[in-house]
């Protein structure tokens, strides 16, 4: 509002008027509905990112609750009623939110050296599922290549609160061999 307010046009690349996703039959979207775990109008999509190859990478935190059935996604062409369909990156399997293996609730990601660097809190609405970590995929051939673990009394504050968000990634080189020596920066807004 307030941009408009100073009369600069913004112009949309993708709009939603809800998010919904490419499912694997019309038997898991329904599932999904029952059980909760997707509710269209209970989580917001909160960041985003582009890759070299154009995908456009998108987050759907579940810090306000279960209701994304995958919280990152790659926008896809096919549109659906509510806007450009979410396709779960990188795939289904990976948002289980059962198991501590896969992605539970990512609020940020960050792309760099053809790598996306996937902050997972580990948390649904205001319980801990799961330990935080850094997923990092190779973009290439979207396999995982390195999780790191958050401890806890470094994800949350002295109160035990707290939510690691803007991860940042500074390679001091060429993007050969930046693995062994990147350093990653995340803070925490509590």
């Avoid at 289904?92 to 990512?106: E, Y």
């Avoid at 799961?130 to 290549?145: A, G």
């Avoid at 707290?162 to 350093?183: N, Q, R, W």
Wanted: aromatic share 12%.
């Amino acid at each position: 509002m307030v941009i408009e307010g100073f009369g600069i046009k913004v112009n949309y690349i993708y709009k939603w008027k809800y998010a919904d996703f490419t499912w694997e039959s019309n038997e898991q979207k329904e599932d999904a509905i029952n059980s909760g775990t997707y509710n269209r109008s209970a989580f917001p999509l909160y960041d985003v990112d582009k890759a070299e190859d154009g995908r456009i990478f998108i987050t759907a935190s579940r810090e306000l609750g279960p209701g994304a059935p995958a919280t990152l996604a790659t926008v896809t062409d096919e549109i659906g009623p509510g806007g450009p369909l979410l396709r779960p990156y990188p795939d289904w399997s990976w948002h289980n939110s059962c198991t501590c293996d896969g992605i539970v609730s990512v609020i940020r990601v960050y792309i760099r050296c053809n790598h996306i660097f996937v902050l997972d809190s580990g948390t649904i609405g205001p319980d801990q599922i799961c330990n935080p970590k850094l997923l990092i995929f190779n973009l290439k051939n979207d396999t995982l290549v390195k999780t790191i673990y958050i401890p806890f009394d470094i994800a949350s504050n002295t109160t035990g609160t707290g939510v690691l968000i803007a991860p940042f990634v500074y390679v001091s080189c060429e993007c050969t061999h930046f693995l062994d020596k990147m350093i990653v920066s995340m803070s925490s807004p509590q």
